[in-house]
Every structure is written in C-alpha cells, then in structure tokens.
Nanobody, 115 residues
Framework: VQLQASGGGLVQAGGSLRLSCVAT????????MGWYRQVPGKQREMVAR???????NYAYSVKGRFTISRDNAKNTEYLQMNSLKPEDTAAYYC??????????WGQGTLVTVSS
C-alpha cells in the first residue's frame, strides 16, 4: 500500500485544516487507517485512528477538535482539524494497518500553528 498525504500548511491558532491521504496498491488489505504526528526530538504519537468498520479513537489531546473519516470509494482518509493550537504543530503522517503484516506510512505533511 502506498500513501500520499496532503493538506498541511500554516494556520493561526483557532483555525482549521483538513488533511487528506490517498491509498493506492493493495487497498483491500487495509484494516485500519490513522494519523500520527511527530515533532523533532519526540516519539511519533497516534492522533486518530479509524477501522474498516468505522470505529474511531483519538488521542486525548485532540478529542472534540479533530475528526477522522474515510471514503472507501475514493480510497482516502481525512483528518479535519479545528480549533488548532500551537502545540498541534508537527509533521503529520498517515498510516495504513493491514492487521497482519507491515504497516504503511505516508511521507508526512507539515502543520504549523502560529500563536
């Protein structure tokens, strides 16, 4: 599975962005998809995850502000980010988890939130 993420950018605190991630290749093998983020010097952390059945879970820090969704017809997942905070600044990576076997990662898209 190959993943192509887009939608990052610079936004003021309180603003919104929507990230997109298009999956190509063996998409039938995807069980769950997710978004992770990483800042320099820190470990990559899970932001949001959605299963093939539509079950979602979120990091506590983004609950109520971020929404993950997927359009299976377009092989695309989205992350709608509202009420952005400076601490949301990070490189965001999309992820595809087949459930068994190696996961796939997108190239990362940078989100910068100014105060």
């Amino acid at each position: 599975v190959q993943l192509q993420a887009s939608g990052g950018g610079l936004v003021q605190a309180g603003g919104s962005l929507r990230l997109s991630c298009v999956a190509t290749g063996s998409i039938f093998s995807i069980n769950a998809m997710g978004w992770y983020r990483q800042v320099p010097g820190k470990q990559r952390e899970m932001v949001a995850r959605i299963t093939s059945g539509g079950t979602t879970n979120y990091a506590y820090s983004v609950k109520g502000r971020f929404t993950i969704s997927r359009d299976n017809a377009k092989n695309t997942e989205y992350l709608q980010m509202n009420s952005l905070k400076p601490e949301d600044t990070a490189a965001y990576y999309c992820n595809a988890d087949p459930g068994a076997g190696p996961e796939s990662w997108g190239q990362g898209t940078l989100v910068t939130v100014s105060s």
